[in-house]
């Protein structure tokens, strides 16, 4: 399993004239997108320090329409990138498309490969999500209705922040501050190891259980929805099929969506307005949020 990041190197011809065919690749014309998404529907507070390295910053975006019918939820979301790669900046497609929901959003960047290895990453998101409690309302947002997500390795993060509660415990919370999790394309049974770049990520083998999501699966913690492309090859549909039906086996909250026709990419693509059709996968996101 080897999990691209959306970050590369593209020509402005290249990535055009790519438009129709780039949610198969790992390479994504991500400058071109974000430069054809709007900018006029939030506020966005960049490069807010939650802990003391380069990248242990994070984007606040706040919503300019916001859903006056109830309290505004804000959402944390962590890319993908196989644990190794990844940057912040990438992702305002991601911002654009949920604060046009009226949500406010958090995109944070965390360390990565080699600079740490497995648990590091994880710890960053507890941090992260600290941080939001101490420090949205400060921004005018809400901790009150807190969502965490994260597609591909960023839906491992979340899932493992969401199941595992030794984590957030680390910086006095739990899981119960999430309203629910959100995790698209995301690699939460996927032992055995066979990359090598990945066992030396998890460490040693008879210690790679604690990075399995669905080890913690059970009863009592926050709603999960679990969107799966059916098409993926990078991170197989099995992933987010074992997880529910763990979940569902223990009596836990889950739902489960799949997208016929969604590869791997496409699962965070298909948010960005100039590829999202109509919008079937932002809406399952935005109806799950609404209700809970």
């Known amino acids: 399993m080897n999990i691209p990041s959306l970050s590369c190197k593209w020509s402005l011809r290249a990535a055009v004239s790519a438009s129709l065919v780039w949610l198969s690749s790992a390479c994504t014309p991500v400058t071109v997108l974000n430069a054809m998404v709007p900018e006029n529907g ?26 006056q019918t109830g309290p505004a939820s804000t959402i944390i979301f962590f890319y993908g990138g196989s644990w190794e790669s990844g940057n912040k900046n990438d992702y305002k497609f991601v911002a654009e498309a949920l604060t046009a929901q009226g949500f406010d959003v958090v995109i944070p960047d965390y360390r990565v490969y080699p600079q740490v290895r ?51 415990q680390r910086v006095d919370l739990s899981p119960a501050v999430f309203n629910g999790m959100i995790g698209l394309a995301g690699p939460y049974d996927f032992l055995p190891l066979k990359s090598e770049t990945l066992k030396s990520i998890f460490g040693p083998e008879a210690q790679r259980w604690r990075s399995q999501p669905i080890h913690y699966a059970d009863a009592g913690k926050p709603p999960m929805l679990l969107l799966v492309g059916e098409d993926d090859l990078t991170v197989l549909p ?55």
């Open 42 to 67: 939030y506020q966005r507070i960049a490069d807010i320090a939650y802990g003391d390295t380069v990248r242990q910053k994070l984007d606040v975006y706040l919503a300019k329409a916001r859903d």
């Open 238 to 292: 099995k992933n987010s099929y074992n997880l529910a039906a763990k979940i569902r086996e223990k009596g836990g909250n889950v739902q489960l969506e799949a997208f016929d026709d969604y590869g791997h990419v496409a699962m965070v693509a298909k948010l960005a307005k100039p590829l999202r059709g109509e919008g079937q996968l932002l809406q399952v996101i935005k109806d799950f949020v609404s209700r809970h």
């Open 118 to 168: 497995f648990p590091a990453f994880v710890e960053d998101g507890a941090s992260v999500v600290a941080w939001a409690k101490q420090h949205l309302a400060d921004y005018g947002a809400s901790d009150d209705r807190l969502f965490v997500a994260g597609h591909s390795a960023g839906a491992h993060i979340a899932a493992l922040l969401t199941l595992d509660a030794s984590y957030l």
